[in-house]
């Protein structure tokens, strides 16, 4: 599920290679011109959708001013006669296109497509709506990428680069904006209400959303909940390290992991006790050698990307145990899966202007302890990069979590590394009454795919009314299993001589 809350290695996303005032919003809509919907192609659909823009202002406190394209899609209903409150998908990152996720998302949603349009806003500055896209860097080595003064030079050469766009003041690609930009998009669709379901950073857009237009909203669902006052960097470090113990107990429980990998933890504690250390390792997206110095800060990424899918973690005790023997091809190529690269990769400028403005500076207030093993190596990236990256200004009632007057199904990940239920409970609970925390025990991050989950999703915003959505039947989420570890077969067993 490509709704990562920051990508799954943010190395390489510093290698280039990742109503607050209901009023001003509704001063600027009126200056708004949008195109009417149109039949157009999108890649990932077999069949024609509808495409269209609303015209934005940058700063909604200036309407006269500057002007960015918000692009959207439309999935229309198959039913003649279809509903009036369309589903809006707000997708990850931050900096993922929703429109480029909207395949897969419209697959999953297949039954709600039945009577409802989908909806999918590519927020500003991502897919096609002002892009804040960094220029790739294919050609880099393994010594390159993980090269820190040369990533931070890169990275001051995209701000360079974003800034000398028609649209390049980065201080006004904050949450908020992006929000009321949305709104724009149901007054263009002449939607009276809507449904909403964000997924990773697509549920801190939710929540803003909702806090913002609270009267529009139908049903909510979040996934993978990151509420607005979370310090991202910091609570990652904590989510990291409770995902990857869990992990290791995990093994020591199951019998086949604990016979073939019994030394575990101690090869987990003997590799990050040798570092630095020099080592040649074949670069898993070119295949060629190259001999580079192993860090902490790149065992941690290698191993933080395959947490964020049980799947894969589960092939994470077999790729330490040939790491510990000095080969860290599998351990690096798992973490080398998770980057996004092509049309769906994150938008790096959009992602460091949401990071920076909303979370960095909070950073000194935060509560939440560095993991033992993840320590502040993920924050420190962040807090360089904000030295010199544009600052949005954010209102303290950003931080807020709004009181819901709309049911909300709130997902999350009994294993989620970065996301887990320890922040859907509080979000729930200050939401009210009308909201419901749903845990899936052995999922990680977003779980609206698994399984079951894609029909209680369905049932939750499909129910007549709202005290039926509450009682939807998710009792299925404690039956989804934990993928067992991936133990390779061996030429013997294979009969192989």
């Not at 599920?1 to 290679?17: E, I, Q, R, V």
């Not at 449904?195 to 990773?200: Q, T, Y």
């Not at 990256?389 to 049911?407: C, D, K, N, Q, T």
Request: aromatic share 6%.
């Amino acid at each position: 599920m490509p709704a990562n809350l920051y990508p799954a290695n943010s190395t390489s996303c510093f290698a280039l290679g990742v109503a607050y005032l209901a009023l001003a919003t509704m001063c600027c809509a009126s200056h708004a011109a949008t195109e009417s919907l149109h039949p157009c192609r999108v890649p990932g659909f077999h069949a024609e959708v509808q495409c269209s823009v609303v015209q934005r202002a940058l700063d909604p406190e200036h309407p006269q001013g500057t002007q960015i394209d918000v692009h959207y899609v439309v999935v229309p209903a198959l039913a003649r006669r279809k509903l009036p409150d369309p589903v809006f998908f707000l997708a990850g990152g931050p900096g993922q296109s929703a429109i480029g996720v909207a395949p897969m998302i419209a697959q999953q949603m297949s039954r709600l497509n039945n009577r409802r349009d989908l909806v999918f806003v590519d927020q500003r500055g991502t897919g096609k709506s002002a892009p804040l896209m960094c220029d790739e860097d294919r050609k880099a080595s393994l010594v390159q990428l993980l090269d820190s003064k040369r990533r931070e030079q890169l990275l001051r050469q995209c701000l360079t680069q974003l800034q000398k766009l028609p649209y390049g003041d980065l201080r006004f690609f904050t949450t908020t904006l992006a929000m009321q930009d949305v709104d724009a998009v149901r007054q263009a669709l002449g939607a009276e209400r809507i449904n909403l379901v964000g997924a990773s950073y697509g549920t801190r857009s939710a929540l803003e959303y909702m806090r913002a237009f609270p009267q529009t909203v139908r049903r909510g669902v979040i996934d993978g909940v990151a509420p607005p006052d979370m310090v991202l960097p910091a609570s990652a470090s904590t989510d990291n390290q409770a995902a990857f113990d869990a992990l290791l107990a995990a093994c020591e429980q199951e019998a086949n992991c604990a016979k073939t990998y019994p030394q575990l933890r101690a090869d987990w504690n003997r590799l990050l006790g040798g570092l630095p250390m020099t080592t040649t390792v074949a670069n898993t997206l070119t295949g060629v050698r190259e001999q580079l110095t192993l860090t902490r800060e790149t065992l941690l990424s290698g191993v933080r990307g395959p947490l964020y899918s049980s799947t894969t973690a589960s092939a994470l005790p077999q790729a330490l145990g040939e790491a510990v023997q000095g080969r860290f091809e599998a351990l690096l190529g798992l973490g080398s899966g998770f980057w996004v690269r092509g049309a769906n990769r994150m938008a790096e400028g959009m992602h460091f202007s949401v990071v920076c403005a909303e979370d960095v500076p909070r950073l000194s207030a935060t509560s939440d302890r560095p993991g033992r093993d993840f320590g502040t190596e993920f924050s420190q990236l962040y807090v360089d990069a904000c030295s010199f990256w544009p600052r949005g200004s954010v209102l303290p009632a950003f931080y807020s979590i709004p009181h819901s007057i709309a049911p909300v199904l709130v997902l999350s990940g009994g294993i989620d590394p970065v996301t887990p239920p320890r922040h859907g409970a509080r979000v729930a609970t200050a939401l009210g009454p009308l909201a419901r925390h749903v845990v899936v025990p052995n999922a990680s991050h977003v779980v609206m795919g698994l399984g079951c989950m894609h029909d209680v999703l369905f049932r939750f915003i499909d129910a007549i009314d709202d005290a039926a959505a509450m009682k939807v039947d998710a009792g299925c989420a404690a039956k989804i299993p934990r993928p067992p570890t991936f133990v390779p077969v061996s030429r013997a067993e294979q009969g192989t001589p």
